[in-house]
């Protein structure tokens, strides 16, 4: 649907750097919907929410703040200015991000101090936010988007899970549906709002932002949202079988 080769959304100009729709937005969708067909975990295993292992969670966050450097500078498949500009925004962002994170956790938590684990969602955030858009936008649109991602899902995981429903029906035990679904859903929209023409992902192609592009960014999100709720309900449904 999001293909450069004139897929469905493409046509009228919606753009997705390297898969922050059609991973994680999709992924945060799906892995919600899973979590709910199948159902919380035991009453005992939600009492502990401590991690078992920080260290492992640091090593796992290492690895992939690196290896994203790759995913997203990898995407045009060689080495040139938008690979240069994808590391540089993706670098960018998440560590606004991460910051965003621990500022947010020592002014408005109910503890006013940040934790490692904060700090990771917070990674995670800018990681998945600047994702379709690595590309497209400055080094002041990547530091926008990881900030405004950042911000907008401390919010929304700390006030969902308790207040509304479905949020507070689902044990998302990762809280997937935030720092995939949420982030990769704001980053595409704010793509719309701040891709930059002078960024030429290849030469005689360039993405401007705009209302017009923020409206296809948007019709773009509802489908892949639908799309993978649905299919995913439809097969764990047929697997149950």
């Known amino acids: 649907c999001l293909s450069g080769g004139g897929g469905w959304f493409a046509q009228p100009g919606a753009v997705d750097f390297s898969g922050g729709y059609v991973i994680h937005l999709a992924a945060g969708v799906s892995g919600f919907v899973a979590a709910w067909v199948i159902g919380p975990r035991l009453a005992r295993d939600r009492e502990i929410d401590a991690p078992n292992n920080l260290a492992m969670v640091a090593v796992g966050a290492g690895l992939l703040w690196l290896g994203w450097n790759g995913f997203n500078g990898g995407d045009p498949y060689f080495a040139g200015a938008d690979a240069s500009a994808a590391v540089i925004n993706t670098n960018l962002a998440t560590a606004v991000a991460m910051m965003t994170w621990v500022i947010m956790d020592m002014t408005f938590s ?25 590309g497209y936008v400055t080094g002041v649109g990547a530091i926008i988007i990881g900030l405004v991602c950042s911000a907008i899902v401390w919010v ?24 995939h679904g949420f982030a990769g859903l704001f980053g595409g929209l704010l793509t719309g709002l701040l891709a930059d023409s002078a960024m030429q992902v290849v030469p005689g192609f360039s993405v401007t932002g705009g209302l017009h592009l923020f409206k296809w960014q948007l019709y773009t999100a509802l489908w892949v949202i639908c799309f993978s709720g649905i299919g995913t309900f439809i097969i764990l449904k047929v697997l149950a079988l």
């Open 110 to 134: 109910k503890e006013k101090k940040a934790t490692f684990l904060g700090g990771v969602n917070g990674m995670v955030c800018g990681l998945v936010g600047i994702t379709p858009a690595a």
């Open 156 to 179: 929304l995981f700390a006030y969902l899970p308790k207040h509304v429903w479905p949020f507070n029906k689902v044990d998302d035990a990762l809280g997937v549906v935030y720092t």
